[in-house]
C-alpha cells in the first residue's frame, strides 16, 4: 500500500496554499506530500466564488485569526503575486457612512488601528466627491492597502509551485474515511475516471482536512473524532449583480458592515478585467445551491442607492453566488478561523480547518506559515 508523509485533502485555495508553504518548509523539504481534491480541478467551490479581494484586516476581532492572519496575509500575498508577476491591483478601498453613520466609522477606524491596519484615511463628504464623484456619503474612510486579486492565476501558481517541489495533486479523488492506526492514518478514497469509480486506499502520517464546505463531514467521517470538537455548519449565501458597462468608480466602495459582521454590506467591486459586480448579500440557507433569485434585484438597487443614487436597475444583472462556511449562526457574535491540532481535539498528526471564510484568500499563506508552525510544534511534544 502506497505511504506519504501528508496527506492534504481539499485543494481551495487554502489547501493550495498549505501544500506550496509545506512543500518550501525546511522539516518538509524531502517529505512526499499529497493533495486530493474531488472535482476535476482545484479550487471550483468557494475559492471561486468570491469577491477576489485582497482584505486590509480591518473589522475583525482584535487578536482572533481572522485579524492576525489577515494583516500577515496581505503582506504575503502582495509580495507573492509581485514575485511572480501575477495579476493583482491596488485599487484601495472607500467605506462609506451615511448621516447616522458616523460615530461607527470611527469605530471602525480605531477597530483597524487595533489589528494594526493603521493606513486608514478619513474623507469627508467634500473630499469623498472629489475621488468618487458618483458616490453619495456623509465621510468614508480609505483603506489604501485593499486591492483585488486573479483568484484563479494565485491558485494555479500556487499549483504550479508546489508541484515542481515535489507535490503530487489528484483531481477527482475525494477522501471518504480516516482511520487512525499505530504512528499514521488509513485514508480511504473513491476516484473517479470516465469508466467509473475505483477504490484507493494508501497511508500517512499527518493528515490536513481543508475541506471548505465539507470540512465538517470530513471531520465526523474520521476515527477518534470527538464530534463535540466539530463545530456546527451554517451555510451563508452571497449573491452577486454584474453592473454592464463601464464602473462608475475608481475604488472598491463599501457600505457600513452588517451587525455582527455577518457580511460586509452590498458593495461594489470589480474584477481584474474591470467588470463592477455588486454583493454579495447574506442568507442562511440549508442546501448548497448556487442558483441566484434575480427578484432580488430591488433589494440590491434599495441597498446601493444609499451610496450610489444613480444606479441603474436595467444594467444589474444576476452573476454568481458563493457559500460562506460559517461556524456561527445569524443570532451569534462574528465567529473566528478555527484551526485545530492534537491540542484540541487530541488524535496526534491531524489538523482540521473550520469556518474559512473571509479573509481566507487574503490570509492564505499566512494560514499555510500557521499550519506547518502547529505540525512543527506538535513534532517537538
Ligand atoms: C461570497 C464570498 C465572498 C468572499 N470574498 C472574499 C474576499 O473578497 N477576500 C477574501 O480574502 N476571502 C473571501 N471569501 C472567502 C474565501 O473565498 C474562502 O475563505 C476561501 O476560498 C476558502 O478556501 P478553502 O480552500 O478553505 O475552501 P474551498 O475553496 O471550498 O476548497 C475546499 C475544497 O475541498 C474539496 N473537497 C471537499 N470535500 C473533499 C473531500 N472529501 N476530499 C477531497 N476534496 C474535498 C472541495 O471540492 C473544494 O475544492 C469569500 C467567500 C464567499 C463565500
Redesign the pocket.
Given at each position: 500500500m502506497d505511504k506519504f508523509d501528508v496527506c492534504i485533502?481539499?485543494?481551495?485555495?487554502?489547501?493550495?496554499a498549505i501544500a506550496y508553504q509545506l512543500s518550501k518548509s525546511a522539516r518538509y523539504a524531502n517529505a512526499s506530500i499529497v493533495l486530493?481534491?474531488?472535482?476535476p480541478s482545484?479550487?471550483?467551490?468557494?475559492?471561486?466564488?468570491?469577491?477576489?479581494?485582497?482584505?486590509a484586516g480591518i473589522y475583525y476581532a482584535t487578536d482572533s485569526l481572522k485579524a492576525n492572519l489577515?494583516v500577515a496575509g496581505k503582506k504575503l500575498l502582495y509580495d507573492h503575486l509581485q514575485k511572480f508577476e501575477l495579476p493583482h491591483r491596488k485599487l484601495g478601498k472607500l467605506i462609506v457612512a451615511q448621516k447616522t453613520e458616523e460615530e461607527a466609522l470611527e469605530a471602525v477606524k480605531e477597530k483597524a488601528h487595533e489589528n494594526g491596519v493603521t493606513d486608514l484615511c478619513w474623507i469627508d463628504t467634500h473630499q469623498l466627491r472629489k475621488l468618487e464623484p458618483e458616490v453619495r456619503g456623509h465621510a468614508a474612510l480609505l483603506s489604501p492597502s485593499t486591492g483585488i486579486i486573479d483568484?484563479h492565476s494565485y491558485m494555479q501558481n500556487l499549483l504550479n509551485l508546489a508541484e515542481s517541489q515535489g507535490v503530487i495533486f489528484a483531481s477527482r479523488?475525494?477522501?471518504?474515511a480516516v482511520h487512525q492506526e499505530p504512528k499514521s492514518f488509513l485514508i480511504n478514497?473513491v476516484l473517479t475516471h470516465t469508466h467509473g469509480l475505483e477504490p484507493y486506499d494508501f497511508h500517512c502520517t499527518e493528515f490536513i482536512n481543508?475541506?471548505?464546505?465539507?470540512?465538517q463531514?470530513?471531520a465526523l467521517k474520521t476515527e477518534g473524532m470527538n464530534p463535540k470538537y466539530v463545530p456546527r455548519l451554517h451555510l451563508?449565501?452571497?449573491d452577486?449583480f454584474s453592473y454592464s458597462g463601464g464602473s462608475p468608480f475608481s475604488h472598491l466602495i463599501y457600505p457600513m458592515p452588517e451587525a455582527n459582521h455577518i457580511g460586509l454590506g452590498i458593495h461594489s467591486?470589480i474584477d481584474i478585467a474591470g467588470q463592477l459586480r455588486f454583493?454579495?448579500d447574506t442568507e442562511f440557507v440549508d442546501n448548497q445551491s448556487y442558483a441566484i433569485d434575480a427578484g432580488k434585484s430591488n433589494r440590491f438597487v434599495n441597498s446601493i442607492k444609499r451610496y450610489f443614487p444613480t444606479v441603474d436597475p436595467a444594467k444589474l444583472h444576476p452573476s454568481y453566488?458563493?457559500?460562506?462556511?460559517k461556524i456561527v449562526g445569524p443570532e451569534d457574535d462574528a465567529g473566528d478561523f478555527q484551526i485545530q491540532d492534537s491540542s484540541i481535539h487530541g488524535i496526534k498528526g491531524l489538523v482540521q480547518?473550520f469556518g474559512?471564510?473571509?479573509?481566507?484568500?487574503?490570509?492564505?499563506l499566512a494560514i499555510g506559515e500557521y499550519v506547518i508552525d502547529q505540525m512543527n510544534r506538535e513534532a517537538r511534544r
Open positions: 485533502a481539499g485543494a481551495g485555495v487554502v489547501g493550495l486530493l481534491e474531488r472535482e482545484f479550487g471550483q467551490i468557494t475559492s471561486s466564488r468570491n469577491s477576489e479581494v485582497i482584505h489577515c483568484s479523488s475525494e477522501v471518504i478514497t481543508c475541506a471548505g464546505l465539507n470540512a463531514e470530513l451563508c449565501k452571497g452577486y467591486t454583493g454579495p453566488a458563493g457559500i460562506r462556511p480547518l474559512m471564510e473571509s479573509p481566507a484568500l487574503t490570509a492564505s
